[in-house]
Nanobody, 124 residues
Framework: QVHLVESGGGSVQAGGSLRLSCAAS????????MGWFRQAPGKEREFIVR????????YYVDSVKGRFTISRDYAENTVYLQMTSLKPDDTAVYYC?????????????????WGQGTQVTVSS
């Protein structure tokens, strides 16, 4: 089992920045990739970015490309999400999750373990 703990959420004004962290513990050797999702009130949970654990290949959805950056600290089993130029539409609970085997997509059900989520609120 993998245990994930997110931190770093908060409230910022539009145009501001935040950095989220996701620390993994447990069977971290089994992680194939880590991703970030977000869920706004009344909306489905949406995938926004992932990083492959070995090699560090990344994939971003268009809505965050150029504004968000995912990175990992392999030694600390931690993934970071640097968010810049934040918009009110970025307001959501942000979750990190792991894929523990190779899967073809990035839907929520294709991820195995989840953190508890951290709130990000962007005001205009």
């Amino acid at each position: 089992q993998v245990h994930l703990v997110e931190s770093g959420g908060g409230s910022v004004q539009a145009g501001g920045s935040l950095r989220l962290s996701c620390a993994a513990s447990g069977r971290t050797f089994s992680i194939y990739a880590m991703g970030w999702f977000r869920q706004a009130p009344g909306k489905e949970r949406e995938f926004i970015v992932r990083i492959n654990w070995d090699g560090g290949r990344t994939y971003y959805v268009d809505s965050v490309k150029g504004r968000f950056t995912i990175s990992r600290d392999y030694a600390e089993n931690t993934v970071y999400l640097q968010m810049t130029s934040l918009k009110p539409d970025d307001t959501a609970v942000y979750y990190c999750a792991t894929q523990n085997r190779l899967r073809l997509g990035n839907t929520p059900r294709e991820y195995d373990y989840w953190g508890q989520g951290t709130q990000v609120t962007v005001s205009s």
